[in-house]
């Protein structure tokens, strides 16, 4: 039997979450999941406490306009030292 055709036959025979893949698994990025806990404790507090104090709070803490040039300059992981600096990654 032609290999290309075992290899078809095998491929059809296996399940969809054993197939091969090219393209390896995206690997997490920490630095985003610090800034998610971070906007996690503040969806917490909007869902508690009401939007407005949660945008209050946010904004003490993390003013909008230094995320927004974190963001741009250094990505997540320059937001997430900045939380770490301030210690709002507990």
Not at 14 to 35: D, I, Y
Not at 55 to 84: D, F
């Amino acid at each position: 039997m032609n290999r290309w055709i075992h290899f078809a036959l095998i491929a059809l025979v296996l399940p969809h979450g054993l197939a091969l893949s090219a393209e390896p698994a995206a690997a997490p990025n920490p630095c985003k999941t610090e800034v998610v806990k971070f906007e996690e404790a503040i969806g917490f507090i909007r869902q508690h406490q009401g939007v407005g104090p949660a945008a209050v709070l946010k904004e003490k803490l993390l003013p909008a306009k230094v995320e927004a040039e974190l963001l741009a300059t250094k990505g997540y992981c320059g937001l997430a030292q900045y939380l770490r600096d301030k210690k709002l990654d507990r």
